[in-house]
């Protein structure tokens, strides 16, 4: 009984210095297979990005999350509207939830929703604004304050046209993340 009391009174807990709340703050880079087709310029080429987001009770997360695809040089195949470089920003919000496996690391499945602006950089210099819709799931291993990460989605542009070309295909992305958690 002696021993009980000694090991429940020495125990430690992970303490938060905002209470039950976390914050996640991190740099992606990834890439995704193209949504215009296989023979048309990808605008999900390699790119860079980052995230920051606030942890509710160890478990609810959301946040807000920025990349920028600065896409491929089209062939010769390409349909006439995607000839050219087509590069990619996407803002938007995600939300998810975490389950944690062992104390340093987390999986979470989530959704992320919002406005993907794709720049094609040929004679007519246009620019399509659409939603976008990224169900996944994010790998986060604590290392004390850094994390590292990575995340595998699939991504919807519902209803996307460019040049009256619809391009709507669904996409899959992959990104690894560092970062900080406090």
Same mark, same amino acid.
């Given at each position: 009984?002696?021993l ?5 009174? $020495?125990?430690?807990?992970? @303490?938060?210095?905002?209470? =039950?709340? %976390?914050?996640?703050? +991190?740099?992606? !880079? #990834? /890439?995704? $297979?193209?949504?215009?087709? @296989?023979?048309?310029?990808? =605008?999900l %080429?390699?790119?860079? +990005?980052?995230? !920051? #987001? /606030? ?60 406005n ?44 996307l ?22």
């Open positions: 009984m002696a009980a009391s000694i090991a429940i009174v $020495t125990s430690t807990r992970a @303490a938060h210095a905002l209470g =039950p709340v %976390g914050v996640e703050i +991190g740099a992606k !880079a #990834g /890439v995704g $297979t193209n949504p215009f087709g @296989a023979d048309s310029s990808n =605008p %080429g390699p790119g860079l +990005g980052g995230r !920051a #987001g /606030v942890i509710l009770f160890d478990h609810l997360y959301g946040g807000v999350d920025l990349m920028y695809y600065p896409g491929a040089g089209g062939g010769a195949n390409d349909e006439p509207v995607l000839q050219g470089n087509v590069s990619t920003l996407m803002y938007g919000i995600e939300a998810g939830w975490g389950f944690t496996l062992i104390d340093i690391l987390t999986i979470r499945p989530q959704v992320g929703l919002g993907a602006s794709f720049n094609v950089s040929d004679f007519s210099g246009s620019t399509y604004w659409n939603l976008y819709v990224e169900p996944g799931v994010t790998g986060v291993l604590s290392l004390g304050t850094p994390f590292i990460g990575a995340d595998a989605n699939a991504l919807v542009f519902p209803g046209s460019i040049g009256g070309v619809s391009v709507s295909h669904p996409a899959f992305t992959i990104h690894a993340q560092v970062g900080v958690k406090f």
